[in-house]
T-cell receptor
Framework: SAVISQKPSRDICQRGTSLTIQCQVD?????MFWYRQQPGQSLTLIAT?????????ESGFVIDKFPISRPNLTFSTLTVSNMSPEDSSIYLC???????????????FGPGTRLTVL | AQSVSQHNHHVILSEAASLELGCNYS??????LFWYVQYPGQHLQLLLK??????LVKGIKGFEAEFIKSKFSFNLRKPSVQWSDTAEYFC???????????FGAGTRLFVKA
């Protein structure tokens, strides 16, 4: 399985500011995913980030609000821009397969970043 | 479009009771099916998965799930739960080949010691 770390683990931010979340994987992976998990709700996919191409956003999420970088096969960032209290959530980085499990569509998750916007 | 439905949002059991968490999905083609678990204070992790073959899948910690294609179901079971099984359980499905994974709303299980 892939080991994923995220930074920061939590943050409290002011309305109107931006926060960049980092995701680091211990092996090279093609596909990385960013999810949001709002209180009491399931995971909602924000976007899929493949190295070397623009991220693909799900309905309801736009690049201006959630810009993503994917500079190499082990790292990605998600920025939450111009934050409002509605953005308070846990943001999760996930990868599919990886070196140990390359073809089975199993996802591995990071520990999440708990964001509170005041 | 794919969707996943988990029947119970909250389940409370006593230790040694049997567990069955329902999961139904809507998708007409071949699917990959998963159960993920999130223990308190920990991150989401894979419990078990079904891709093909024997529809009864065994996972970690004594959990198993049965894929019933005719019912579009993938229910999670454990014969005797422990206090340490207290967690939130998510059923998930994807159609493979790069299709995104869809998660159910989750079931919070609380096991009383």
């Amino acid at each position: 399985s892939a080991v994923i770390s995220q930074k920061p683990s939590r943050d409290i931010c002011q309305r109107g500011t931006s926060l960049t979340i980092q995701c680091q994987v211990d092996s090279q992976v093609t596909m990385m995913f960013w999810y949001r998990q709002q209180p009491g709700q399931s995971l909602t996919l924000i976007a899929t980030a493949n190295q070397g191409s623009e991220a693909t956003y799900e309905s309801g999420f736009v690049i201006d609000k959630f810009p993503i970088s994917r500079p190499n096969l082990t790292f990605s960032t998600l920025t939450v821009s111009n934050m409002s209290p509605e953005d308070s959530s846990i943001y999760l980085c996930s990868v599919e397969g990886g070196a140990a499990d390359p073809s089975t569509d199993t996802q591995y998750f990071g520990p999440g970043t708990r964001l509170t916007v005041l | 479009a794919q969707s996943v439905s988990q029947h119970n949002h909250h389940v409370i059991l006593s230790e040694a009771a049997s567990l069955e968490l329902g999961c139904n999905y809507s998708y007409g083609g071949t699917v990959n099916l998963f159960w993920y678990v999130q223990y308190p204070g920990q991150h989401l992790q894979l419990l078990l998965k079904y891709f093909s073959g024997d529809p009864l899948v065994k996972g970690i910690k004594g959990f198993e799930a049965e894929f019933i294609k005719s019912k579009f179901s993938f229910n999670l079971r454990k014969p005797s739960v422990q206090w340490s099984d207290t967690a939130e359980y998510f059923c998930a499905v994807n159609a493979g080949g790069g299709f995104k994974t869809i998660f159910g709303a989750g079931t919070r299980l609380f096991v009383k010691a």
